[in-house]
């Protein structure tokens, strides 16, 4: 199942694109306001779907401010066939279009299409609510703050964040993290734990959740 958001200024279309898709398992989020994007946290979504022709901010731009803090797949919905129109979209960072009126099967292949590569591929980023991950660049930020993480922190941030919901105990995530060659001992994860609770507490935040007894677990 993959979260999927559409935007549409035509609440008809978005009925039809989320009847459709939830065929396929999927989480649909529609929104009419294009404006209110950034209060969904776009970065939470697995693919986004926009429109291009919305009036106040049209797809393009929507896809200029959003795509600097998102790593999924945008795909844009247009009536438009002009090749230009169509090559300055995807330069803006898109990933592909689907023309409108568009089929059942076309969204479905489409999209799905797009959702397999990227299980495939690394992504380059991961975010989960408030938390956004820089996987290249190594980094953690909270909002627009990148967080003072040591080395050792962030990896077991990551490590944590990629299997959230899944518990682990001190042992294992020494392991994963630093390997059986590490030059400390899992005691070590517990106080890498308290710091990095102590640096996500400004932000009122606290992902990283104890399981007296077994272990830690990134929060879902």
Excluded at 8 to 37: M, W
Excluded at 144 to 155: A, F, G, N, Q
Excluded at 197 to 203: F, I, N, P
Aim: hydrophobic residues 40%.
């Amino acid at each position: 199942m993959a979260r999927i958001l559409a935007v549409d200024d035509e609440a008809g279309i978005l009925i039809l694109i989320r009847n459709i898709l939830i065929k396929d398992g999927h989480s649909v989020t529609t929104l009419t306001e294009p404006e209110q994007i950034t209060a969904l946290n776009p970065g939470f979504f697995d693919l986004i779907l926009l429109d291009v022709m919305m009036p106040g901010i049209d797809g393009f731009s929507l896809c200029e401010r959003i795509r600097g803090i998102v790593d999924c797949p945008i795909l844009f919905l247009t009536a438009k066939t002009l090749e230009d129109d169509i090559m300055y979209g995807l330069g803006l960072g898109a990933d592909d279009y689907i023309l409108k009126p568009f089929g059942t099967g076309e969204l479905r292949a489409r999209v799905n299409a797009h959702l397999r590569r990227e299980q495939r591929e690394r992504r380059s980023m991961l975010s989960i609510d408030e938390v956004h991950f820089n996987l290249l660049g190594k980094e953690m930020h909270v909002q627009e703050d990148k967080v003072p993480l040591t080395k050792s922190e962030y990896k077991i941030c990551e490590f944590l964040a990629r299997n959230r919901g899944q518990v682990f105990s001190k042992e294992r995530i020494y392991e994963s993290v630093f390997g059986f060659d590490g030059e400390s001992d899992s005691a070590a994860v517990a106080e890498h734990v308290k710091n990095i609770r102590a640096k996500l507490s400004r932000y009122e935040l606290s992902p990283i959740e104890t399981l007296w007894g077994i272990g830690y677990k990134w929060r879902t």
